[in-house]
């Protein structure tokens, strides 16, 4: 797998990496084992033929890739003032939904609940004892990391926040799973009050689709000087305008080029995704978020989905995903990665629907909120809790490729060579990549002392 060419330029704080051999398949036997075990009779005394072990391997390999990948067993290089953490705030009280009336009711959602998570996530991304300690820590951290000096925010910076409304069809509110309204208030109190950050400053957007009632009404209330932006723009959104062929692609296609201008002025990006399966790239998180800054149709039939889908049979593939996550204006400005769980669902559409079984949750809805600086291994996080509650999950076998493919952007599987802008430079590593040890204890590399990896950080 060759390096970097001679010369080729590095983003700021870019660093050239080693070749890293990894033999993605085979090193999986041992989980296969593991997950054979509790079906197999401790009495008995059976000698496995070689039928027997091809047919039990063949079962296997139908399994989601995050059964079959070596688990613990981290690519690229992570990110975050404490590299590599991805914060989880559970609360079984958050959301209390019982399938009646409208789960993103003020009813059905504590915002005190709510904020409260939040706010012990940021701190615990920094290891800081107040709110305003850990966003000053963060803007320090993002500007220099990104060759902008050792700054915090500064008075007039735009701060840009990416929500997730993909199920919305206008600007009323429906009963489809989208961005919590409490979660995405949430933010807006943090940014504005101990992030420093004017309400002028800070626009919610999602270019692609609309912000619904509930959700303008709900922020728009408290602080009338956030902007929102939406495909339509009226009734106090204005219409996304896009910058033509801000983002043509490390490869040619179809994918819309255009990205909202929202987005191109700010100076920072958070990313407020889901925690929800997708049919043709099994999930989506983070990265995939980002498909609704470009400009592309509210009718997604009319628009290209080049470079989503993997290859099922675990070969390695172009993603745009990367080119999403590594892009200038985009995952490269993103300065907060969020995804909110409260709730979660097994597919993109739809209300809330099925609760969670696996612990600590036990048929009880997620409740949950994750955070971290680096979208790779957020993602990744997401990625297991999702492929661990439902291992058949549509379109799920070998969809992490885009997390290997991002966690190597610089020296990736398939030999791509990712550069979004095309302007000759090559993105560097974009995160850290790896799948936890099993579904139960839910550990990575630095929960278990080493120094690489994710550390999956519960905040009480």
């Known amino acids: 797998m060759a390096g970097d060419p001679p010369g080729t330029p590095l983003r700021p704080g870019k660093r050239s990496r ?9 090193q999986g036997i041992d989980r296969i084992v593991g997950l054979l075990k509790p079906h197999i009779s401790e009495t008995a005394n059976v000698e496995m033929t070689r039928r027997q072990f091809a047919l039990s391997i063949a079962a296997a390999a139908s399994m989601p890739s995050s059964l079959l990948e070596p688990a613990l067993s981290p690519l690229g290089v992570a990110r975050g003032v404490i590299p590599g953490r991805v914060t989880w705030a559970h609360d079984p009280a958050a959301v209390t939904w019982d399938g009646t009336g409208s789960w993103w009711t003020d009813a059905n959602n504590n915002q005190a609940v709510i904020d409260h ?31 902008r000096g050792n700054a915090g925010y500064r008075t007039g910076e735009k701060v840009a926040i990416k929500a997730n409304l993909n199920n919305t069809v206008d600007h009323g509110t429906i009963e489809r799973l989208n961005s919590s309204s409490h979660l995405l208030l949430s933010l807006v109190r943090q940014l504005s009050g101990p992030g420093k950050v004017p309400q002028a400053s800070i626009a919610v957007f ?46 040619s296609s179809r994918n819309a080029t255009g990205l909202d201008t929202a987005v191109v002025e700010a100076a920072y990006l ?8 997708h049919v043709s790239s099994g999930v989506t998180l983070c990265a995939k978020n980002l498909f609704g800054a470009t400009s592309i149709f509210t009718d997604w039939h009319k628009n290209a989905h080049d470079g989503f889908r993997h290859n099922s049979d675990g070969s390695p593939s172009y993603s745009a995903f990367v080119d999403y996550l590594g892009h ?28 969670w079984k696996m612990a600590p949750f036990n048929d009880a809805w997620p409740n949950s909120i994750f955070m971290s600086l680096d979208g790779v291994a957020i993602d990744s996080v997401g990625f297991d809790f999702l492929t661990s509650e439902w291992p058949h999950l549509v379109d799920s076998v070998n969809a992490d490729n885009y997390l290997r493919e991002a966690a190597l952007a610089n020296d990736p599987p398939s030999k791509t060579l990712y550069d979004p802008e095309r302007d000759g430079t090559r993105c560097r590593s974009l995160g850290v990549f790896e799948h936890w040890n099993n579904g139960i204890d839910k550990k990575y590399s630095r929960n278990l002392g080493k120094t690489d990896g994710i550390e999956l950080f519960q905040i009480g």
């Open 117 to 147: 998570m939040a706010s012990r996530s940021i701190r615990g991304l920094t290891n800081q004892k107040s709110d305003a300690q850990a966003w000053n820590s963060i803007f320090h951290h993002f500007n220099r990391t990104q060759g």
């Open 328 to 355: 200038k204006d985009l995952g490269e400005k993103t300065i907060l990665f969020v995804v909110d769980g409260l709730y979660g669902s097994d597919n993109a559409d739809g209300p809330p629907q099925l609760k």
């Open 18 to 26: 080693s070749r890293l051999s990894v033999t993605y398949r085979c």
């Open 270 to 277: 958070i990313d407020a995704a889901l925690l929800k399966g």
């Open 206 to 251: 999602d270019s692609s689709r609309f912000i619904p009632g509930n959700l303008y009404d709900k922020i728009h209330t408290e602080f009338p000087g956030v902007v929102f932006v939406d495909h339509i723009g009226g009734d106090g959104r204005i219409k996304a305008e896009f910058k033509p062929n801000a983002i043509p692609f490390s490869i």
